[in-house]
């Protein structure tokens, strides 16, 4: 034992805490696309975005891909708005264009709160959305 954390240790716990935080987000998002006919909006939406904010707001340092990939699978269950909420506070007022190596997209227009957003369907093809609302300034 150390009295000094040393920062390979620490990286090596957060790389950990950072696969444990997609893997249960995913495993909720895979349940929710299974299950989201016996769920009423309300409930999908809670769920959806508290799955989002534990994920977003852990210490594993989550890259962008890693928010690339997770905003395009909660983005199937929550509402326009609120997609764009959770980008504005995560990106803020820095524009982000990002592909990850398997072809997820986003792109943040932090000006006038346009999000869009892909997802790979196969034969190279990405299934793009676009959202928009208010821009929103956050403290």
Do not use: C
């Amino acid at each position: 034992m150390t009295d000094h954390t040393q920062p390979a240790g620490l990286d090596a716990v957060r790389e950990v805490q950072r696969g444990a935080a997609i893997a249960h987000a995913n495993a909720v998002y895979d349940a929710l696309d299974k299950h989201w006919e016996d769920l009423d909006r309300a409930e999908r939406y809670d769920i959806a975005a508290e799955t989002w904010r534990v994920t977003a707001d852990t210490d594993a340092r989550l890259t962008d891909d890693d928010i690339v990939r997770l905003i395009n699978r909660a983005a199937d269950h929550l509402p326009s708005a609120l997609v764009v909420d959770l980008i504005d506070i995560h990106f803020g007022e820095h524009e982000k264009k990002i592909t990850t190596a398997d072809d997820f997209r986003l792109t943040w227009l932090p000006d006038d709160g346009t999000l869009i957003i892909g997802a790979p369907i196969g034969g190279g093809v990405v299934d793009a959305r676009m959202f928009t609302g208010k821009k929103h300034t956050h403290a």
